[in-house]
């Protein structure tokens, strides 16, 4: 299980602007994957607080397990935490089929409002 930026957003998704990030989720995304998962999306990430989309484009994904899905789940708190939008793509069958049993389509695949970005509010001293 990989997950690699798109050295084209352009070429991935047409409505992308350039402040998307691509990523690409090849391969199982299980309990031996998940850890390098989370690493090269918060890597993908880092640093960019021009972003306002991620997308990951999971035509190629394997089997997705718990664990796999527990890092999809956390990929999204933390986008949405950062005011990022979150989009899976091109959704195979297995992995709608995980998410609708497990109750986590609907959330993960909502479309959001990007909100601004935490940080300190004027007046509030911090």
Known sequence: MTATPDPDPAV??????PHTVHLALTGDLDYDTYGEFLQQARAAL????D???LRLDCREAGLV???GL????????SAEENGIRFHLDRIGPVL???????GTYEHLTAVQQSGPRPGPH???GT
């Open 12 to 17: 991935t998704s047409p409505h992308a602007g």
């Open 46 to 49: 880092e640093g960019r607080s």
């Open 96 to 102: 709608r089929r995980l998410m609708e049993l497990t």
């Open 65 to 67: 397990d718990s664990m």
């Open 51 to 53: 972003v306002t989309d």
């Open 122 to 124: 004027p007046g509030s």
């Open 70 to 77: 527990s890092a999809l789940l956390q990929i999204h708190r």
